[in-house]
């Protein structure tokens, strides 16, 4: 298995420019995880779905972002405009989604780090 | 989801047990203590998680108190690769899937040579 792949692994930008990053989760995997990492802020979960469906999309910052999965082996988090603050690590992690063992063990993408010029 | 306190930072010697301790006094019955870390550079790694007995795998131990407010992941024979950050979560477990981890601060885990 080649676990989660993200794309692109680093993308450089200027301000106002559209960014498409993309994952394809594990096959199998029925939920799929948004995070973003800084270091101000550390690791936080922008949005999950469950069987291609958003669950809760509370964490993301504003509407600026967006997220779909058309499958159940690709998602993308789209930016648009892009700024600044902006720049961060974007992982994607997946799940199984069922039982105890598999709803909250996720398994992450090597993340995509984007800076936004 | 119950709060979880860990140590900003620690050291331990190439060779010894690392033991990283967690506390999460007010953890509910059905919530249950992952612990995963993150290589630097690398996306979060699972680890292990238990909701009241000890459990071991191939990579850790993790003892959970009695009454369950605090825990201790255990490296037995930790190498200069697990030096990282280590999160310890507490979560629910449902029965409906899924639903999102929140990773605090962590600890900062160094072996030193």
């Known amino acids: 298995d080649a676990g989660v792949i993200q794309s692109p692994r680093h993308e450089v930008t200027e301000m106002g420019q559209e960014v498409t990053l993309r994952c394809k989760p594990i096959?199998?995997?029925?939920?799929l995880f948004w995070y973003r990492q800084t270091m101000m802020r550390g690791l936080e979960l922008l949005i999950y779905?469950?069987?291609?469906?958003?669950?809760?999309d509370s964490g993301m910052p504003e509407d600026r972002f967006s997220a779909k999965m058309p499958n159940a082996s690709f998602s993308t988090l789209k930016i648009q405009p892009s700024e600044p603050r902006d720049s961060a690590v974007y992982f994607c992690?997946?799940?199984?989604?069922?039982?105890?063992?598999?709803?909250?063990?996720?398994?992450f993408g090597a993340g995509s780090r984007l800076t936004v010029l | 989801d119950a709060k979880t306190t860990q140590p900003t930072s620690m050291d331990c010697a190439e060779g010894r047990a690392a033991n990283l301790p967690c506390n999460h006094s007010?953890?509910?019955?059905?919530?249950?203590v992952y612990w995963y870390r993150q290589i630097h550079s690398q996306g979060p790694q699972y680890i292990i998680h238990?909701?009241?007995n000890n459990e071991t795998n191939e990579m850790a131990s993790l003892i959970i108190t009695e009454d369950r407010k605090s825990s201790t992941l255990i490296l037995p024979h930790a190498t200069l690769r697990d030096t990282a950050v280590y999160y310890c979560?507490?979560?629910?477990?449902?029965?409906?899937?899924?639903?999102?981890?929140?990773f605090g601060k962590g600890t900062h885990l160094i072996i030193q040579p």
């Open positions: 992690a997946s799940s199984t989604g069922q039982g105890v063992s598999g709803a909250n063990v996720l398994t």
């Open positions: 096959s199998g995997h029925n939920s």
């Open positions: 779905f469950n069987n291609n469906v958003p669950i809760d």
């Open positions: 007010t953890i509910s019955g059905n919530e249950y």
């Open positions: 238990g909701l009241k």
């Open positions: 979560i507490v979560r629910p477990y449902s029965g409906g899937g899924a639903d999102g981890l929140t």
